[in-house]
Protein backbone atom coordinates (compact mmCIF):
# COMPACT_ATOMS: atom_id res chain seq x y z
CA UNK A 1 0.00 0.00 0.00
CA UNK A 2 1.79 3.17 -1.02
CA UNK A 3 -0.44 5.68 0.89
CA UNK A 4 0.22 9.36 -0.73
CA UNK A 5 2.98 9.52 -3.33
CA UNK A 6 4.57 12.89 -4.71
CA UNK A 7 6.94 12.91 -6.88
CA UNK A 8 9.70 14.94 -7.77
CA UNK A 9 11.41 15.18 -4.30
CA UNK A 10 13.83 17.95 -5.21
CA UNK A 11 13.43 20.44 -7.84
CA UNK A 12 15.10 23.95 -8.63
CA UNK A 13 13.52 26.33 -11.28
CA UNK A 14 14.33 29.75 -12.54
CA UNK A 15 11.88 32.71 -12.08
CA UNK A 16 9.57 32.56 -14.41
CA UNK A 17 9.71 28.98 -15.21
CA UNK A 18 6.34 26.73 -14.24
CA UNK A 19 5.81 22.91 -13.44
CA UNK A 20 3.73 20.67 -12.07
CA UNK A 21 3.60 19.05 -8.36
CA UNK A 22 1.91 15.27 -8.79
CA UNK A 23 0.35 14.14 -5.49
CA UNK A 24 -1.52 10.48 -6.25
CA UNK A 25 -3.28 8.45 -3.29
CA UNK A 26 -4.37 5.06 -3.22
CA UNK A 27 -6.25 5.19 -0.58
CA UNK A 28 -10.00 6.20 -1.52
CA UNK A 29 -9.78 9.42 -0.03
CA UNK A 30 -12.33 12.10 -0.82
CA UNK A 31 -10.20 15.22 0.66
CA UNK A 32 -6.96 15.59 -0.74
CA UNK A 33 -4.62 19.34 0.31
CA UNK A 34 -1.94 20.90 -0.68
CA UNK A 35 0.69 22.95 2.20
CA UNK A 36 3.69 24.79 1.91
CA UNK A 37 5.90 24.36 4.58
CA UNK A 38 8.59 27.04 5.38
CA UNK A 39 12.06 27.12 7.60
CA UNK A 40 10.81 27.57 10.74
CA UNK A 41 7.36 27.37 10.38
CA UNK A 42 4.21 25.08 10.67
CA UNK A 43 2.17 24.27 7.69
CA UNK A 44 0.12 26.70 5.52
CA UNK A 45 -2.80 25.15 3.36
CA UNK A 46 -2.69 25.78 -0.40
CA UNK A 47 -5.47 24.12 -2.20
CA UNK A 48 -7.53 21.91 -1.03
CA UNK A 49 -10.19 19.04 -2.73
CA UNK A 50 -13.23 17.24 -1.03
CA UNK A 51 -13.74 15.08 -4.56
CA UNK A 52 -12.95 14.86 -7.72
CA UNK A 53 -14.28 18.18 -9.75
CA UNK A 54 -14.25 20.02 -6.58
CA UNK A 55 -11.53 22.25 -5.40
CA UNK A 56 -10.93 25.58 -3.75
CA UNK A 57 -8.62 27.92 -2.08
CA UNK A 58 -6.76 27.72 1.62
CA UNK A 59 -4.83 30.01 3.58
CA UNK A 60 -2.15 30.82 0.73
CA UNK A 61 -3.44 30.09 -3.18
CA UNK A 62 -1.66 33.17 -4.69
CA UNK A 63 1.09 32.04 -7.68
CA UNK A 64 -0.91 28.53 -7.37
CA UNK A 65 -3.40 26.43 -9.36
CA UNK A 66 -4.79 22.69 -8.95
CA UNK A 67 -7.32 20.50 -10.45
CA UNK A 68 -8.65 17.25 -9.69
CA UNK A 69 -9.97 15.45 -12.27
CA UNK A 70 -9.99 11.32 -10.82
CA UNK A 71 -10.11 10.59 -6.88
CA UNK A 72 -6.67 9.56 -6.75
CA UNK A 73 -4.67 12.70 -8.12
CA UNK A 74 -3.94 15.96 -7.27
CA UNK A 75 -1.53 18.28 -8.93
CA UNK A 76 -0.79 21.44 -7.95
CA UNK A 77 0.93 24.01 -10.48
CA UNK A 78 3.04 27.16 -10.33
CA UNK A 79 2.88 29.07 -13.32
CA UNK A 80 5.65 31.79 -12.77
CA UNK A 81 7.74 30.37 -10.07
CA UNK A 82 8.92 32.87 -7.57
CA UNK A 83 11.99 33.09 -5.56
CA UNK A 84 8.58 33.56 -2.56
CA UNK A 85 7.46 29.80 -3.64
CA UNK A 86 10.79 28.32 -2.55
CA UNK A 87 9.28 26.12 -0.01
CA UNK A 88 9.16 22.42 0.95
CA UNK A 89 5.60 21.04 -0.24
CA UNK A 90 3.42 18.00 0.99
CA UNK A 91 0.54 16.63 -0.37
CA UNK A 92 -1.83 15.10 2.51
CA UNK A 93 -5.03 13.19 1.98
CA UNK A 94 -8.12 12.03 4.47
CA UNK A 95 -11.54 9.91 4.38
CA UNK A 96 -14.70 11.63 4.53
CA UNK A 97 -15.96 10.55 8.13
CA UNK A 98 -18.86 13.32 8.34
CA UNK A 99 -16.48 14.49 11.74
CA UNK A 100 -14.10 16.46 12.44
CA UNK A 101 -11.70 13.58 13.30
CA UNK A 102 -10.18 12.95 10.48
CA UNK A 103 -7.00 12.10 10.34
CA UNK A 104 -4.82 13.42 7.03
CA UNK A 105 -2.22 11.27 5.88
CA UNK A 106 0.86 13.21 4.34
CA UNK A 107 3.54 12.64 1.34
CA UNK A 108 6.66 12.93 2.39
CA UNK A 109 7.48 16.04 0.12
CA UNK A 110 8.98 18.01 -2.57
CA UNK A 111 11.67 20.71 -2.21
CA UNK A 112 11.27 22.91 -4.23
CA UNK A 113 14.20 25.90 -4.77
CA UNK A 114 13.50 28.82 -6.88
CA UNK A 115 16.40 31.00 -8.22
CA UNK B 1 -9.68 32.85 14.46
CA UNK B 2 -8.22 29.16 15.45
CA UNK B 3 -4.92 29.04 16.37
CA UNK B 4 -1.83 26.59 18.07
CA UNK B 5 1.27 27.85 19.91
CA UNK B 6 4.22 25.35 20.69
CA UNK B 7 6.98 26.03 22.63
CA UNK B 8 10.40 26.98 20.75
CA UNK B 9 12.64 24.54 20.00
CA UNK B 10 15.33 22.77 19.55
CA UNK B 11 15.00 21.07 22.56
CA UNK B 12 17.99 18.68 23.60
CA UNK B 13 17.45 16.02 25.78
CA UNK B 14 20.00 13.29 26.91
CA UNK B 15 18.39 9.50 25.85
CA UNK B 16 16.24 8.44 29.08
CA UNK B 17 15.42 12.09 30.31
CA UNK B 18 11.30 12.92 30.33
CA UNK B 19 10.09 15.37 27.43
CA UNK B 20 7.57 17.98 27.59
CA UNK B 21 6.49 20.06 24.46
CA UNK B 22 3.64 22.14 25.16
CA UNK B 23 0.91 23.52 23.28
CA UNK B 24 -1.96 25.52 23.43
CA UNK B 25 -4.80 26.78 21.40
CA UNK B 26 -7.10 29.02 20.92
CA UNK B 27 -10.43 27.65 19.12
CA UNK B 28 -14.44 28.07 18.89
CA UNK B 29 -16.35 25.10 19.59
CA UNK B 30 -14.48 21.52 19.88
CA UNK B 31 -11.65 20.83 18.22
CA UNK B 32 -9.65 17.38 17.88
CA UNK B 33 -6.36 18.10 18.92
CA UNK B 34 -3.20 16.17 16.61
CA UNK B 35 0.23 15.41 17.62
CA UNK B 36 2.41 14.98 13.95
CA UNK B 37 5.92 13.99 13.84
CA UNK B 38 8.67 14.62 11.26
CA UNK B 39 11.35 12.48 11.08
CA UNK B 40 14.53 13.83 8.75
CA UNK B 41 13.62 14.14 5.24
CA UNK B 42 9.99 12.17 5.56
CA UNK B 43 6.39 13.56 5.52
CA UNK B 44 4.69 14.07 8.37
CA UNK B 45 2.78 10.99 10.21
CA UNK B 46 0.07 11.20 12.99
CA UNK B 47 1.59 10.30 16.41
CA UNK B 48 -1.60 11.00 18.60
CA UNK B 49 -4.71 12.37 18.86
CA UNK B 50 -7.70 13.41 21.04
CA UNK B 51 -11.08 14.29 20.16
CA UNK B 52 -12.97 15.35 23.10
CA UNK B 53 -12.10 17.05 26.84
CA UNK B 54 -10.12 15.09 28.83
CA UNK B 55 -9.18 12.39 26.60
CA UNK B 56 -5.43 10.90 26.53
CA UNK B 57 -4.05 9.76 23.13
CA UNK B 58 -1.18 7.83 23.48
CA UNK B 59 1.41 5.95 20.97
CA UNK B 60 4.83 4.88 21.12
CA UNK B 61 5.46 5.59 24.82
CA UNK B 62 3.97 9.32 23.87
CA UNK B 63 1.13 11.04 25.68
CA UNK B 64 -1.26 13.88 25.72
CA UNK B 65 -4.46 14.75 27.33
CA UNK B 66 -6.94 17.27 25.99
CA UNK B 67 -7.53 19.89 28.72
CA UNK B 68 -10.09 22.13 27.71
CA UNK B 69 -9.72 24.38 31.06
CA UNK B 70 -6.69 25.59 30.31
CA UNK B 71 -6.69 24.71 26.95
CA UNK B 72 -3.31 22.57 25.89
CA UNK B 73 -2.61 19.30 24.65
CA UNK B 74 1.08 18.79 25.88
CA UNK B 75 3.04 15.98 24.65
CA UNK B 76 5.40 14.00 27.25
CA UNK B 77 7.20 10.81 27.28
CA UNK B 78 8.71 9.19 30.10
CA UNK B 79 12.01 8.37 28.17
CA UNK B 80 13.18 9.29 25.12
CA UNK B 81 15.53 7.75 22.72
CA UNK B 82 18.25 8.98 20.38
CA UNK B 83 15.20 7.27 17.62
CA UNK B 84 12.91 10.30 18.59
CA UNK B 85 14.81 13.18 17.46
CA UNK B 86 12.58 15.02 15.08
CA UNK B 87 10.05 18.05 14.74
CA UNK B 88 6.93 17.78 16.38
CA UNK B 89 3.93 19.41 15.25
CA UNK B 90 0.70 20.05 17.73
CA UNK B 91 -2.40 20.60 15.57
CA UNK B 92 -5.90 21.16 15.73
CA UNK B 93 -8.84 20.48 13.19
CA UNK B 94 -11.12 23.19 12.11
CA UNK B 95 -14.10 22.92 9.94
CA UNK B 96 -15.48 26.58 9.60
CA UNK B 97 -15.57 27.30 6.26
CA UNK B 98 -17.27 23.89 5.50
CA UNK B 99 -14.37 21.63 5.02
CA UNK B 100 -12.48 19.90 7.55
CA UNK B 101 -8.79 20.99 7.75
CA UNK B 102 -5.94 21.42 10.72
CA UNK B 103 -4.25 24.51 12.12
CA UNK B 104 -0.37 23.93 12.67
CA UNK B 105 1.70 24.95 15.57
CA UNK B 106 4.92 25.86 14.05
CA UNK B 107 6.70 22.56 15.14
CA UNK B 108 9.18 22.27 18.18
CA UNK B 109 12.62 20.12 16.95
CA UNK B 110 13.96 17.61 19.94
CA UNK B 111 17.18 16.55 19.66
CA UNK B 112 18.25 13.75 21.48
CA UNK B 113 21.89 12.99 22.81
CA UNK B 114 22.84 9.10 23.53
Known amino acids: NAGVTQTPKFRILKIGQSMTLQCAQD?????MYWYRQDPGMGLKLIYYSVGAGITDKGEVPNGYNVSRSTTEDFPLRLELAAPSQTSVYFC??????????????FGPGTRLTVL | GNSVTQMEGPVTLSEEAFLTINCTYTATGYPSLFWYVQYPGEGLQLLLK?????DKGSNKGFEATYRKETTSFHLEKGSVQVSDSAVYFCALSDRSGGYNKLIFGAGTRLAVHP
Open chain 1, 92 to 105: ASSPYAGGVTDTQY
Open chain 1, 27 to 31: MNHNY
Open chain 2, 50 to 54: ATKAD
